[in-house]
């Protein structure tokens, strides 16, 4: 596959000129509730959004339960400061038993459902379900036989790159294609939580198109919809961003997670973006732009005229609309006589001079 390809999912393409693919993120925004869960979905369909995206992990398929300062989280992190891992992916997991109800809810609303998996037993869970495509995690690029495992389902990978060198994310793509899976998209990426902007380097996306030769969008934990809004003028053919139902019913990942309507505007404005970047170049009107040339300045008789009278700048002004002689005409005309009577509201023009 190629940045000029063309990666289809049934009916919804992804890549150049296409309209760009909105990933809702859920994470663990449910707080432990399936309702809430599918009300997170529910939302995300009403956005206007290309797809919803789980994380299908256990904390023992992460980590291991123990308490040493290895397995926390850094003092000084915004969120999950001095949390222990084993408890703050507990906290976070989406159960696999509601798996298959949220795809079942997000299908029916015309979601594309798929997932981020974490080891080999959630890969496997994730083709009984169908899903329709996978995402790598950042925090995963190292884990080629993870990526291998993922490649082999034949379904296209989505890869994000946070933290990684452009050696690691050669390898990973190796990974996938040397097992026949060559169907990658590749996400520009700052794993921090939230990111701030002067961090997000979208200067990556064109580099990592043009290195590896692949559809590349953005993973985007940043506050607010700016950045994804420019990664998609930089050509992104893919946005992922972080979803919870309100800023005041918390959640794991709510501190740098957009509301429905913020996504609602990220989808129209994302779109808006690739689209105005792709009508190119070109001076002179346009084709909606040809009925307001009727509204340019031209000059007209402002007060009725008689024969023989001379054109001053009481009775010939520079108005709305055109159909007269041009503004700059005027040191032309200036003095002349009108060749016969002319009513206020009439274009002037050298017929009547």
Same mark, same amino acid.
């Given at each position: 596959?190629?940045?000029?390809?063309?990666?289809?999912?049934?009916?919804?393409?992804?890549?150049?000129?296409?309209?760009?693919?909105?990933?809702?993120?859920?994470?663990?925004?449910?707080?432990?509730?399936?309702?809430?869960?599918?009300?997170?979905?529910? /939302?995300? +369909?009403?956005?206007?959004?290309?797809?919803?995206?789980?994380?299908?992990?256990?904390?023992?398929?992460?980590?291991?339960?123990?308490?040493?300062? %290895?397995? #926390?989280? /850094?003092?000084?992190?915004?969120?999950?400061?001095?949390?222990?891992?084993?408890?703050?992916?507990?906290?976070?997991?989406?159960?696999?038993?509601?798996?298959?109800?949220?795809?079942?809810?997000?299908?029916?609303?015309?979601?594309?459902?798929?997932?981020?998996?974490?080891?080999?037993?959630?890969?496997?869970?994730?083709?009984?379900?169908?899903?329709?495509?996978?995402?790598?995690?950042?925090?995963?690029?190292?884990?080629?036989?993870? !990526? =291998?495992?993922?490649?082999?389902?034949?379904?296209?990978?989505?890869?994000?790159?946070?933290?990684?060198?452009? &050696?690691?994310?050669?390898? %990973?793509?190796?990974?996938?294609?040397?097992?026949?899976?060559?169907?990658?998209?590749?996400?520009?990426?700052?794993?921090?939580?939230?990111?701030?902007?002067?961090? &997000?380097?979208?200067?990556?996306? +064109?580099?990592?198109?043009?290195?590896?030769?692949?559809?590349?969008?953005?993973?985007?934990?940043?506050?607010?919809?700016?950045?994804?809004?420019? +990664?998609?003028?930089?050509?992104?053919?893919?946005?992922?961003?972080? @979803?919870?139902?309100?800023?005041?019913?918390?959640? @794991?990942?709510?501190?740098?997670?957009?509301?429905?309507?913020?996504?609602?505007?990220?989808?129209?404005?994302?779109?808006?973006?690739?689209?105005?970047?792709?009508?190119?170049?070109?001076?002179?009107?346009?084709?909606?732009?040809?009925?307001?040339?009727?509204? #340019?300045?031209?000059?007209?008789?402002?007060?009725?005229? =008689? =024969?023989?009278? !001379? @054109?001053?700048?009481?009775?010939? #002004?520079?108005?709305?609309?055109?159909?007269?002689?041009?503004?700059?005409?005027?040191?032309?005309?200036?003095?002349?006589?009108?060749? +016969?009577? @002319?009513?206020?509201?009439?274009?002037?023009?050298?017929?009547?001079?």
């Amino acid at each position: 596959m190629s940045a000029r390809d063309i990666l289809r999912i049934g009916e919804t393409a992804i890549g150049a000129g296409q309209p760009v693919f909105t990933a809702a993120e859920m994470s663990g925004n449910h707080n432990g509730d399936l309702s809430r869960a599918l009300a997170i979905v529910d /939302a995300i +369909a009403a956005t206007g959004a290309t797809a919803v995206k789980l994380q299908t992990y256990t904390a023992d398929t992460l980590t291991i339960d123990v308490d040493l300062p %290895a397995f #926390r989280v /850094a003092a000084d992190h915004e969120l999950w400061g001095s949390r222990n891992l084993h408890a703050l992916y507990q906290q976070a997991h989406t159960p696999w038993e509601w798996h298959e109800e949220i795809f079942d809810r997000a299908r029916g609303l015309g979601l594309i459902p798929f997932s981020t998996p974490f080891d080999p037993t959630s890969v496997a869970f994730l083709e009984e379900l169908g899903v329709g495509l996978y995402k790598t995690a950042s925090a995963e690029i190292g884990d080629l036989p993870l !990526l =291998r495992e993922i490649g082999r389902t034949g379904k296209p990978v989505i890869v994000s790159t946070g933290m990684a060198t452009l &050696a690691e994310i050669d390898a %990973a793509v190796t990974a996938v294609r040397g097992v026949g899976n060559d169907q990658v998209v590749l996400l520009a990426c700052t794993a921090a939580y939230p990111a701030l902007p002067q961090e &997000a380097r979208l200067g990556n996306i +064109a580099v990592l198109r043009e290195a590896f030769d692949l559809p590349v969008g953005i993973s985007d934990h940043t506050l607010g919809i700016g950045v994804s809004v420019a +990664a998609a003028a930089l050509g992104a053919v893919v946005i992922e961003k972080h @979803v919870t139902l309100d800023d005041d019913a918390g959640g @794991v990942d709510s501190g740098f997670s957009l509301t429905p309507a913020e996504f609602s505007r990220l989808v129209t404005a994302a779109e808006q973006a690739r689209v105005a970047v792709a009508s190119g170049t070109g001076f002179g009107p346009t084709e909606e732009e040809r009925a307001v040339l009727a509204l #340019r300045r031209s000059l007209y008789v402002v007060a009725d005229v =008689r =024969r023989g009278d !001379l @054109v001053s700048a009481a009775n010939v #002004r520079s108005i709305r609309p055109s159909g007269g002689l041009a503004p700059d005409d005027f040191a032309l005309v200036e003095g002349r006589a009108f060749a +016969a009577d @002319v009513s206020r509201g009439t274009p002037l023009t050298w017929a009547v001079l």
